[in-house]
């Protein structure tokens, strides 16, 4: 029994391993690619970040109007 047990925890972490492991890019163009997408990423997060207080202000009159922030409340956050 016990040999069993050992044998599928061994198989267990075998195949689990593989799903964890990232391929990284190996031509020239994969690179750049992923470069261009960290760099978006990067600045698409420097752009919410870099918001004055007025523009958030006005983000969140346009959401009450529209009903999106009622839709969020209601159905995503439901009254939390």
Same mark, same amino acid.
């Given at each position: 029994?016990?040999?069993?047990?050992?044998?599928?925890?061994?198989? &267990?972490?075998?195949?689990?391993?593989?799903?964890? $492991?990232?391929?990284?890019? &190996? !031509? $020239?163009? +994969?690179?750049? +690619?992923?470069? %261009? +997408?960290?760099?978006? !990423?990067?600045?698409? !997060?420097?752009?919410?970040? !870099?918001? &004055? *207080?007025a523009q %958030?202000e *006005?983000?969140?009159? %346009?959401?009450?109007?529209?009903? +999106?922030? *009622? #839709?969020?409340? &209601?159905?995503? #956050?439901?009254?939390?």
């Amino acid at each position: 029994m016990k040999n069993l047990l050992i044998a599928a925890s061994v198989l &267990t972490c075998l195949f689990s391993s593989a799903a964890f $492991a990232a391929q990284a890019p &190996t !031509t $020239a163009q +994969e690179q750049a +690619e992923a470069q %261009v +997408e960290a760099q978006q !990423t990067l600045s698409s !997060t420097q752009q919410s970040a !870099t918001l &004055t *207080r007025a523009q %958030v202000e *006005r983000q969140l009159a %346009v959401a009450q109007q529209d009903g +999106e922030l *009622r #839709y969020l409340n &209601t159905f995503i #956050y439901q009254g939390s």
